[in-house]
């Protein structure tokens, strides 16, 4: 199924040159962003927030004023059409009609998917449900390109909630795709890396390894990545309050780490890192969030600019076959085509939207 336009659902959809590419500009715009402020002068984005943000909707629409751009959209969809019962399909279908470019962030995973079959302009996907968030990503790798100088032969410990964290899913997708890259996933069993993630950085020739805490890790590592536990995404509190507390970085475990390791965080922080972290020089959250608006502006750009047209469903419908992940968009909006990609026996396949995997 193709679409005339260029959407960003997934970072794997494109070649590793097409990121370094948007990689390179984020870091020429972060010299000199004044060079850029009329680059999108007449065009309009639509931000549409299913889902709390602040980040990442306001970095979008802070991305596109500096370039002399427009803003609509929606932060609660208690205020739109959605609490009227309306489908992702019509509701995308209108503001794409209104707008140059469409931002998406939704509960359900596979939503921005969803919404790039029908809309009449670029779908860029900021966040779906559990799944993925391609444009933290970024952020993520214009951070490490400016602060560590490269991508490549790096130690990244990863901690936290990394089975409902849809910021460290699409960061190891890509970081995999680099040469050299080790990962430590730091987590209880209850919330370690999914399957399908382990299994994609292994075929990406990259190798990972897991620890139950953070100070056996910790010296080791070049970059931390710590991750908030995802309370919305629990099935009860009980579960969440089981989880919660498990891992605290503070000024006591930095002792143990590497002179030039850096902090990450995709942001918002709850307890899992102490205040008193913050004033240390290794601690680059705050300035990751202000990297996001770089990272934005070119992808915003480059989107604009190139107009290519995007392959939305590569896979096939197979009769009475559907999603098992109840979380997936394929079971809450019935009009989509039910579409899985297989290994090539046929036996295992992998829902286009969520990637859940399903024997069959
Ligand atoms: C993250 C998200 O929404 O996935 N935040 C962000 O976009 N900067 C992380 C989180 O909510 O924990």
Request: aromatic content about 8%; charged content about 25%.
């Amino acid at each position: 199924m193709k679409s005339e336009y260029q959407h960003l659902i997934d970072l794997s959809d494109y070649p590793v040159a097409w990121w370094n590419k948007l990689i390179d500009l984020g870091v020429r715009i972060w010299e000199d962003p004044a060079k850029y402020a009329h680059e999108c002068d007449g065009r309009i984005m639509a931000t549409l927030f299913y889902e709390p943000s602040t980040r990442t909707q306001m970095s979008f629409q802070t991305a596109m004023l500096r370039l002399g751009g427009r803003i609509i959209g929606f932060d609660n969809p208690a205020n739109s059409s959605v609490s009227k019962g309306e489908t992702i399909k019509d509701t995308t279908k209108i503001v794409s009609s209104y707008s140059d470019i469409l931002v998406i962030r939704h509960p359900v995973e596979g939503a921005a998917k969803a919404a790039s079959l029908t809309a009449d302009c670029p779908v860029i996907n900021a966040g779906d449900g559990g799944h993925l968030h391609p444009t933290q990503t970024l952020t993520d790798l214009l951070t490490l390109k400016i602060e560590k100088k490269t991508l490549s032969g790096l130690t990244i410990g990863l901690c936290g909630d990394l089975i409902n964290g849809r910021t460290v899913h699409s960061l190891c997708k890509a970081l995999s795709m680099f040469s050299g890259n080790k990962f430590i996933f730091i987590s209880t069993p209850e919330l370690s890396m999914p399957a399908y993630i382990k299994d994609i950085i292994k075929a990406n020739g990259s190798t990972y390894e897991e620890a139950n805490t953070l100070e056996e890790a910790i010296g080791r590592l070049d970059v931390l990545y710590m991750t908030r536990i995802q309370q919305e995404r629990f099935a009860s509190r009980e579960e969440y309050l089981a989880q919660k507390n498990t891992y605290v970085l503070d000024r006591k475990k930095m002792l143990l780490a590497k002179k030039d390791m850096i902090v990450l965080h995709p942001l918002p922080r709850v307890d899992e890192i102490t205040v008193d972290v913050d004033d240390d020089k290794r601690a680059m959250y705050f300035t990751q969030a202000k990297y996001g608006v770089f990272a934005r502006m070119a992808l915003i750009m480059t989107i604009l600019n190139e107009e290519k047209p995007s392959e939305t469903l590569k896979g096939k419908v197979y009769p009475g076959v559907r999603c098992g992940n109840p979380r997936c968009i394929t079971n809450h909006e019935e009009y989509l085509p039910k579409s899985f990609r297989s290994s090539g026996d046929e036996t295992l396949l992998e829902c286009e939207y969520c990637d859940e995997r399903k024997l069959v």
